[in-house]
């Protein structure tokens, strides 16, 4: 399950597995040196892969670094440091975290610590920043470099002064003499030298109960460039000479192009038309001079007639994929089982679509320099950008660099490199650096969705409130999540890969949150099968003690059990585990009757995910997570027909806003005798769960759909 | 295309611009003032907000040429002799952003809003602020910066 550390990834991580998005015509380290004096330290990992997610389309070629570096960070003679990660910062603030994560073990100052992130020349190889690993993985390797630079300085004063080294403390970028109190700067200690150490993974760390920095809440390292408008988002980058270009869309999803007629766009000045296969792009000096080129262009396009969002949830039982079935599980009868039990229930619940739609959408410029490649986009995953790059235009990894300026989110939706190839394509044919912005029309259309689902959930249970059979099928949604952790003898429980009318992937949480909306609204909906209290009901059918801890705590922070004051007040609750973290969400509902409106009034949420970094970064994870989980609960699904996309577009899709926000109340659980877990995600999957069982406290109705949706009284 | 004079952040420019491109492309573009941001591109993010004589208007969908000789304030103008405005600052103390790309236009609107409403309750702010959109969620802290904002610029005035 997702607790265990060698997790595979997740079948529903589909955009992973995805061909090329372009199959273009063919046409045609020396590591460390630049870094002069100081201690470098670097992470060796036992087994490379095993620490980061394995399973995209191949391995990477032309690496410029070992594998085996999980992570390393460099002191210079002036005490700078800088710490060299493959992570990139979307808005989860580890760029924070982790400069904590340095300064604990390395008793220097956080601001005296630089973060070098997410650029394929200078960081050592990272899969991607996804899964809620960079807490549970980075942070524990760069505390292990830091504490590792920390000692061999420590062993440098001592062997200066002649003294046993036990002698000696590290703290605020100096080692002192606790016997003579004489004391000496890190910088001090390295004038002229160089000292490489490579470390294993097991030196010993600072418990969680005696962190110093860690632990804090610290305010984003770098806020000052952001209330100022300084800092350069991927969209924001430039270069001499820039173009700017704009991609030619079919008007349909899997459109071949027929013919392209394009007289009228090339007598424009400045602008140049790149056509490759089905890729049309034309670049231009500025944005809307690259827009009028393309709507001058005349291009006919053949397509073939696809699904409509009317009969998606049909079409997703009817169209196995072929494959086999993934995350299967099985244990005792569940055909006997529920022939003895006293209470059987059925239930489907059908989850739409739904667009990550991060403020900024996707973004890069590519820049040729020769048959070298550097490319400054906004991505999750550079190195696999990198490995896109080199398939897209068939050079070497090696020759292509990719750089990740801090972005303005991503939500499990930036994982892909489509982008970074076209902006990369239009430079290569212009032989000057390209820009390209996708629109947010773009970003609905030709990004990935979180995938639709079917779920079947069968039971069976005794009128004592003890579940005897569980049955859980998930069609398409994916199988993150998909275990039950209630303590059930008899269970089947099955991922059925299905063929899906549009391209979709990772998005925050991934399948953890439909998986957790059908069980825990089946929990529901069972306690009240058998008149039991859905938290009595709850804690009776459940071992784990982290779990019972949040449903206890949410509960208690609620005043769960209090009588209702208000017509079409409803309270219910949900909560469950992912990616290390446990969660249990309890929501108050206000809903209008006639016109079943649902307002959100109050969430109580109750987290543990282990010993908590940044207790105010971790609230603000929670509190994120929640309203961004409103707008799929609530609003979110994409409405599609015969290949495009109807409600690209702000104005048509709905997405939380001020006035939807509920109180949010957050209750920290700090396990500090248990590794932290991250937390960019669990939080979000006790929601949807908690406010359909507070509509059916409120009305009586079921919602068996995301987002829920509760049709309108008859008339 | 002709030139076109714009006052912007206190300086006067000449852009050399068609005047039906946006205010955004021109800011973001030709003077490379690249804090105000595209989200959206139809006026619903808020992202690209700037404040023309003192009003909050979203720049994406604000033609160049309609400007005149207004003047345009962008969130790279409001640091004054160096000290940041009392907003950019709360927004600091209550960390509130994350990717921080809505950032520029929610303190923009904010600057805005305490100009009509200086001691404004979260509903008022919530009806004000309805049209800047934060994907990240960290509403909440917005508010709570911007009541904290209000309090230091009262604070401040007295």
Redesign the interface.
């Known amino acids: 399950m997702s607790n265990n550390p060698n997790w595979r990834l997740e079948p529903e991580r589909y955009e992973l597995n995805a061909p090329p998005a372009y199959y273009f015509e063919v046409d045609r380290r020396e590591f460390f040196k630049f870094l002069g004096a100081g201690v470098l330290v670097f992470c060796v990992l036992k087994d490379g892969r095993g620490l980061q997610e394995s399973g995209t389309r191949k391995r990477p070629q032309g690496e410029s670094l070992p594998n085996e570096i999980g992570a390393w960070l460099h002191l210079g003679e002036n005490g700078e440091v800088t710490v060299y990660t493959g992570k990139v910062e979307?808005?989860?603030?580890i760029r924070t975290s982790l400069s904590q994560a340095v300064a604990e073990e390395l008793r220097v100052p956080v601001d005296k610590i630089h973060m070098v992130m997410g650029d394929t020349k200078l960081t050592p190889y990272d899969m991607g920043t996804f899964g809620s690993r960079t807490t549970p993985t980075m942070n524990l390797q760069l505390r292990k470099v830091a504490a590792a630079a920390r000692d061999l300085l420590i062993g440098l004063a001592a062997a200066q002064w002649q003294v046993d080294r036990r002698r000696l403390v590290a703290a605020n970028g100096k080692v002192t003499d606790t016997q003579s109190k004489r004391a000496v700067e890190y910088a001090a200690l390295l004038k002229g030298q160089q000292f490489t150490q490579a470390i294993p993974a097991e030196d010993p760390l600072i418990p969680a109960t005696q962190w110093a920095v860690e632990g804090q809440s610290l305010?984003?390292v770098d806020?000052?460039d952001?209330?100022?408008?300084?800092?350069?988002?991927p969209?924001?980058q430039?270069l001499p000479d820039m173009l700017?270009g704009k991609i030619l869309r079919p008007p349909a999803f899997g459109a071949t192009l027929v013919s392209l007629d394009t007289h009228d766009a090339e007598k424009m000045r400045d602008v140049a038309i790149v056509r490759d296969g089905n890729f049309v792009g034309v670049t231009a000096p500025?944005?809307?001079i690259a827009s009028r080129a393309i709507a001058a262009l005349h291009a006919e396009w053949k397509s073939e007639p696809q699904p409509s969002n009317k009969e998606l949830f049909e079409y997703l039982k009817k169209n196995p994929a072929g494959g086999e079935d993934r995350a299967e599980y099985e244990i005792g009868s569940v055909e006997k089982a529920t022939a003895s039990a006293d209470h059987r229930l059925q239930q489907t619940y059908n989850v739409s679509y739904i667009a990550h739609?991060?403020?900024?959408?996707r973004a890069a410029l590519a820049q040729w320099s020769g048959d070298n490649l550097t490319v400054w986009t906004g991505t999750q995953r550079p190195f696999g950008v990198r490995s896109e790059l080199a398939e897209a235009f068939r050079i070497p990894e090696d020759r292509v660099r990719v750089l990740m300026p801090?972005?303005?989110?991503a939500?499990g939706g930036k994982h892909t490199g489509e982008t970074a190839i076209e902006a990369a394509r239009l430079a290569r044919a212009a032989k000057r650096p390209v820009k390209l912005?996708w629109?947010?029309?773009e970003e609905f259309s030709w990004a990935y969705f979180r995938p639709a689902g079917v779920i079947d959930v069968r039971s069976g249970l005794r009128k004592d409130g003890t579940i005897l059979a569980w049955e859980f099928h998930n069609y398409n949604s994916g199988a993150a999540g998909i275990r039950t952790f209630y303590d059930i003898p008899n269970q089947r429980i099955q991922f059925h890969e299905t063929r899906s009318p549009l391209r979709q992937g990772s998005y925050r949480a991934l399948a953890a949150t439909a998986n957790h909306f059908a069980r825990e609204s089946h929990m529901d909906e069972l306690a009240h099968l058998v008149n039991i209290d859905p938290l009595e009901f709850r804690l009776k059918n459940l071992k784990n003690e982290r779990l019972r801890g949040v449903f206890e705590a949410a509960a208690k922070k609620f005043g769960w059990g209090r009588k209702k004051t208000a017509a079409g007040q409803g309270f219910g609750m949900g909560g469950g585990f992912e990616k290390g973290g446990n969660v249990a969400t309890c929501v108050e509902v206000a809903v209008d009757r006639s016109s079943r409106e649902v307002k959100v009034v109050r969430v109580v949420t109750a987290f543990e995910c282990g010993a908590i970094v940044n207790p105010?970064?971790l609230r603000?994870?929670i509190?994120?997570?929640?309203?961004?989980g409103l707008g799929g609960a609530l609003w979110e699904a994409i409405e599609f027909e015969n290949g495009r996309i109807l409600n690209g577009?702000?104005?048509d899709y709905r997405?939380?806003?001020?006035?939807d926000?509920p109180v949010?109340e957050t209750v920290l659980l700090d396990r500090k005798d248990l590794p932290s877990a991250g937390a960019g995600e669990c939080p979000m999957i006790g929601l949807a769960p908690a406010i359909g069982n507070a509509v059916f406290d409120a009305i009586g109705v079921r919602a068996v759909t995301l987002p829920i949706r509760i049709e309108p009284l008859p008339a | 295309m002709a030139k076109i004079p714009l006052n912007v952040n206190g300086s006067v420019y000449d852009v050399d611009a068609d005047a039906d491109v946006s205010l955004l492309s021109v800011l973001r573009d030709h003077l490379d003032l690249t804090g105000s941001k595209y989200g959206c591109g139809e006026g619903q993010c808020g992202a690209c907000t700037v404040l023309i004589d003192g009003n909050p208007r979203r720049s994406c969908i604000t033609q160049v040429g309609s400007v005149g000789n207004r003047r345009i304030t962008t969130i790279e103008g409001l640091v004054q002799d160096g000290r940041l405005h009392p907003l950019q600052q709360a927004f600091l103390d209550e960390d509130a952003m994350q990717c921080a790309y809505c950032t520029s236009g929610m303190i923009m609107s904010s600057v805005a809003l305490l100009k009509t409403h200086p001691n404004p309750s979260e509903s008022e702010i919530a009806h004000f602020m309805e049209g800047n959109i934060c994907r990240c969620g960290t509403y909440p802290r917005i508010v709570a910066a911007i009541q904290k904002a209000a309090k230091a610029m009262k604070e401040a005035s007295q």
């Open positions: 979307v808005g989860q603030n305010r984003k806020g000052l952001f209330v100022t408008g300084k800092h350069r988002y969209s924001d430039k700017h500025t944005v809307e739609a991060p403020l900024e959408p801090d972005t303005g989110s939500y912005v629109t947010r029309e105010d970064n603000n994870q509190e994120g997570a929640n309203v961004m577009r702000f104005s997405v939380p806003r001020f006035s926000v949010l």
